[in-house]
């Protein structure tokens, strides 16, 4: 029972956990989506080279609330997605990030900013 009480609150203190680095959205991101993940450099260069063309610029879009970070990550791969579909594309970089509170308890959302493009 003990081992129980402790499991629980070390989930409930991992769940609310809304900071993830820079290198961590990096790394994870990419491996969440379906659509092609270029880096703010990576995508610059291949727009000045024709191999990507700039679909819909600065695109925000609030995920839904998962029960971890890593839950939150994947909702907000699943709009990039949709969105990247939507827009006639197969790629996109992402902009910036951040986790919004919503409420007085600390739930936050996560907020994904990014450009969708299509590339050869």
């Known amino acids: ?3 129980l009480k ?3 609150i070390f989930l409930l203190m991992t769940s609310c956990a809304t900071y993830m680095s820079p290198t961590e959205i990096s790394n994870t991101l990419p491996s969440l989506t379906k659509a092609t993940f ?3 450099i990576d995508a610059a260069e291949a727009v000045k080279t024709s191999n990507c063309r700039v679909l819909v610029e600065n695109r925000k879009y609030l995920a839904p609330v998962g029960l971890t970070r890593i839950g939150d990550l994947r909702n907000g791969a699943r709009g990039i997605d949709e969105w990247v579909r939507l827009d006639g594309g197969n790629a996109y970089s992402l ?3 951040q986790w919004q ?5 600390g739930e936050s959302q996560l907020q994904l900013e990014f450009t969708t493009m299509v590339c050869e």
């Open 1 to 3: 029972m003990k081992l």
């Open 6 to 8: 402790i499991t629980g």
């Open 38 to 40: 270029y880096s703010s």
């Open 95 to 97: 902009k910036s990030y």
């Open 101 to 105: 509170t919503v409420n007085d308890k």
